[in-house]
């Protein structure tokens, strides 16, 4: 009884206009913030304790922390993301200290501008109903029952076991563990499915009525995966190692002969695919530690570089989805294109095309087309050399110099 009353004390209720803007009240053990009425948060949101909202619009520029052990509650909210001027892509996210219960019924989430909010989610998860637009919900050690969820990038990682049905997804994906054998097969593209998948890193996954565009696959370490008869798969390798590499769009190998990436012999990076009538839609490049590695006529969704990484480039196409360069990385890239503009409307996967440099890093292009825009902070050096296309724009900000 005294906890209930407890409870009742921190509800808050809306003022008689319910059409009028109001700041969020602070969120503390036992809130209940209920509407109809319209919300914002422009400065960071911590939850700590049971904390519903409900029946409300939130507009939310800020991240949100989840405390270890709390149970946050959204029931008929509509949440409109942006993020606030010159900050990165993503930066209105919520991340957890630890295992938390999140329960999401009847809600929405929409983005403004280039608002792309990235929840990375640890703990128990119960969805009923959550439509989304160009968020991503990222899964570790959870345990997850998801039902009616349309969202952008939905990861099953880490040892999270998920029970769902009726999901609409742009990416399903995964990470490897360091030391992996995993194998993806027949798997379907933009057509509806009921599949048990064993994904990277320990995860499970009973998918009930699940309908995808891209199969997503993190690569790590020394592991190596297989996919075979996999209609629009996007390949991703986090790569410490040196050599030459060429990673080709379109349906790559058969059963009685594979194709292997990194090819062999090119290079001594530890992990491999082996494609079997894989239709691969592009490759995504993490580079860190003293990589060095040379890529060319590459079909390249996500670029980045960082550490004292260095990647030469030559005559492949470059969507730029959040392409980063930082650290003391060194990137050169020649010919080709990069960014991908001109594709958003068809390709909900690239909404987000752009350059950011920072850092002390070091970029060349020469004779790029260029379909995206250009940021440059803190003491970035860039180079562009005779551009076929010139940048969409160039921000910059900090030390950065831009050289043309």
Not at 115 to 128: D, Y
Not at 143 to 166: G, P, Q, Y
């Amino acid at each position: 009884m005294f906890s209930l009353l407890l409870f009742a004390l921190f509800v808050i209720t809306p003022a008689s206009d319910a059409d009028r803007e109001r700041p969020l009240p602070a969120l503390r053990d036992g809130s209940v913030v209920s509407g109809p009425g319209t919300f914002r948060q422009e400065s960071p949101l911590r939850v700590d304790g049971h904390v519903r909202l409900e029946n409300l619009t939130l507009k939310l520029s800020a991240p949100i922390v989840v405390a270890r052990g709390a149970k946050f509650e959204l029931k008929g909210v509509h949440l409109i993301v942006s993020d606030r001027p010159g900050s990165a892509n993503g930066s209105s996210n919520l991340r957890c200290e630890g295992p938390a219960e999140f329960l999401i019924s009847d809600s929405t989430m929409v983005t403004k501008d280039s608002a792309h909010p990235i929840w990375n989610l640890e703990g128990e998860l119960n969805v009923g109903n959550f439509q989304t637009e160009n968020a991503e919900f990222h899964l570790s050690k959870s345990k997850a029952a998801l039902d009616r969820l349309k969202i952008f990038e939905l990861e099953i990682s880490h040892a999270s076991h998920v029970a769902a049905k009726h999901l609409r997804l742009v990416f399903l994906s995964t990470h490897s563990s360091e030391d992996d054998h995993v194998l993806f097969e027949d798997i379907p593209a933009d057509k509806p499915f009921t599949k048990k998948l064993a994904m990277g890193s320990g995860a499970e996954a009973e998918l009930e009525d699940t309908q995808l565009q891209f199969f997503l696959l993190y690569i790590h370490g020394h592991a190596d995966a297989t996919l075979r008869g996999m209609e629009r798969v996007q390949l991703a390798m986090f790569s410490d190692c040196q050599g030459r590499m060429e990673l080709p769009r379109g349906r790559l190998g058969s059963l009685e002969a594979p194709a292997v990436f990194p090819q062999p012999g090119k290079s001594n990076c530890p992990f491999s695919f082996t494609l079997q009538n894989a239709n691969v839609d592009s490759w995504d490049v993490y580079a860190g530690g003293h990589a060095d590695l040379t890529f060319e006529r590459s079909e390249i969704d996500e670029l980045n570089a960082d550490g004292a990484a260095k990647l030469v480039l030559h005559d492949s196409e470059i969507y730029a989805d959040w392409m980063a360069v930082g650290g003391e990385a060194q990137v050169r890239v020649e010919g080709g294109s990069v960014g991908a503009l001109r594709l958003a409307k068809e390709r909900p996967d690239l909404a987000t095309s752009q350059i950011r440099l920072g850092g002390h890093s070091k970029t060349i292009f020469t004779q790029v087309r260029f379909d995206c825009g250009i940021v440059a902070s803190d003491q970035a050096w860039v180079k562009i050399a005779h551009p076929s296309v010139p940048p969409e724009y160039i921000h910059r900000s900090g030390r950065a110099e831009i050289l043309d």
